[in-house]
C-alpha cells in the first residue's frame, strides 16, 4: 500500500510540473515528503494549481481589454470624422457666405454704375449735327417718330441749319406771327407741340426741332413723310 501511494504522488508532481513548464511560470507546489504515504485521497485531490495562460494565448482578461481598446479607438475615430464633417460644413457654410456678400458687393458697385451712367446726361456736340442727334435722343424717349435723314432733310430746306432763321415774308408773316427757327414753326404750332423737358424758346435748335417733330408726327405720321411746306 505505502508503495503505490507513493508511487501515485510522484506522478502527479510530474503532470503538474510539465504544466507549469509549458507555461513559460514555475510554480511551487506544496506538498510534504514524509506524510505522503499517510495522506487521503481527499488531501491528494486538493493539490491545485492556478491557470497561467501558455505563451501567445490570451486570457479572457485580455480579450475584455483589447476589446475595450478597440471600443474606444472606434469612439476616438467616429469622433474625428465628426469634427472633420462639422469643420468641412462650417468651411462650405463660409465660402458660400463670402460668394453671396462678394455677389451682393458687385451687385451694388453695377447698380450705382448704372445710377451714374443714367444720371449723367449725354453731351451732344452745339452744331447742327449735335442738335439734330439731342432731338433724336428726345424723341425716343417720347416715342416721337423720325430720322436723322428725315430731319436734316427739311432743316436745310426749311432754314440752311439756321437756327435764327425768320420768314418775314409769308402768310404767317404777314398775320404777325412768322416762322422761326430750323423747322420754321410759329409761336402758336410751337406751344401746343412742345415737348416737356427742352426750353420753351421757339428758336432754341433743340425745342424747334422736337416741337415740328411732334407735329408732323401728329399730322403726317413722321416728319420723315415730309418733303415740303408743312
Keep these: 500500500m505505502p508503495r503505490i ?29 514524509g506524510a505522503s504515504e499517510a ?15 501558455a505563451a501567445g494565448i490570451p486570457t479572457a482578461k485580455d480579450a475584455a481589454a483589447k476589446k475595450a481598446a478597440e471600443a474606444t479607438a472606434a469612439k476616438e475615430a467616429a469622433a474625428k470624422k465628426a469634427a472633420a464633417k462639422a469643420a468641412a460644413k462650417a468651411a462650405a457654410k463660409a465660402a458660400a457666405e463670402k460668394d453671396a456678400t462678394e455677389a451682393r458687393s458687385e451687385k451694388q458697385a453695377a447698380n450705382r454704375s448704372t445710377e451714374r451712367k443714367a444720371v449723367t ?21 417720347k416715342n416721337i417718330p423720325g430720322s436723322y ?26 398775320n404777325g406771327i412768322p416762322s422761326k427757327g ?11 407741340y412742345h415737348v416737356k423737358g427742352t426750353p420753351k424758346k421757339l428758336t432754341d435748335p433743340v425745342a424747334n426741332i422736337t416741337a415740328a417733330a411732334n ?6 405720321g413722321s416728319i420723315d413723310n415730309v418733303d415740303s411746306a408743312y
Design 39 to 53: 495522506q487521503t485521497p481527499q488531501a491528494r485531490s486538493s493539490i491545485s494549481v492556478e491557470p497561467v495562460a
Design 121 to 141: 446726361p449725354k453731351k451732344f456736340a452745339n452744331n447742327l449735327d449735335g442738335w439734330i442727334r439731342e432731338s433724336l435722343d428726345i424723341m425716343k424717349k
Design 149 to 174: 435723314e428725315g430731319l436734316h432733310r427739311n432743316i436745310m430746306r426749311e432754314s440752311s441749319g439756321n437756327p435764327n432763321a425768320v420768314n418775314d415774308w409769308d402768310i404767317n408773316a404777314r
Design 182 to 192: 430750323l423747322l420754321q414753326v410759329i409761336q402758336p404750332t410751337f406751344d401746343a
Design 215 to 220: 407735329y408732323a408726327a401728329d399730322r403726317y
Design 5 to 33: 501511494s507513493t508511487l501515485r504522488i510522484t506522478r502527479s508532481h510530474k503532470i503538474a510540473t510539465a504544466v507549469l513548464v509549458a507555461a513559460g511560470s514555475v510554480t511551487a507546489i506544496a506538498a510534504t515528503g
